[in-house]
């Protein structure tokens, strides 16, 4: 699969495990017929933030995956859409285990979601920031409200 040994063990395996779950590894009757779409969809959240790291700067985030990023043109760098990810996946992380956020900072955290999702589409930003409810619910206290948890 990288021929060309560019991925961490870790990455090969999360990209094998990938295929399994979208049908493309291990074969047999009833499997679905492995497609792009169906192995992105089954890569973690942390995959993509570790394709940004430092190690992949030349090999990926140069040649391709800046790219992927067509807003942050002249702004910024690597770096700042590495930490931006890193920041979101920790938040992503503290709200799936369900542990506690309010002691984060939410309004800081929800302009850097905003900011990212501005470097990929910017159509798309504004859709987003049109219908979250974050800044509503930060204005009015919510934490406060809800018991001070």
Do not use: K
Not at 112 to 123: K, N, Y
């Amino acid at each position: 699969m990288d021929r060309d040994g560019l991925f961490t063990a870790q990455t090969t395996r999360e990209i094998t495990a990938a295929r399994r779950r979208a049908g493309a590894v291990g074969g047999g009757a009833g499997r679905r017929a492995e497609s792009g779409g169906r192995v992105v969809a089954e890569l973690p959240l942390g995959f993509w933030r570790y394709l940004l790291s430092s190690r992949y700067e030349r090999t990926l985030w140069l040649p391709c995956l800046r790219d992927a990023f067509p807003g942050i043109r002249g702004r910024g760098m690597r770096r700042d859409v590495h930490d931006a990810l890193r920041d979101l996946h920790l938040l992503r992380n503290r709200i799936a285990h369900h542990e506690p956020i309010h002691n984060r900072p939410l309004g800081e955290l929800h302009a850097a979601a905003l900011t990212t999702a501005g470097w990929i589409c910017p159509t798309t930003r504004d859709w987003i920031a049109g219908r979250s409810r974050v800044p509503t619910l930060l204005e009015n206290n919510w934490e406060a409200r809800a018991g001070g948890w």
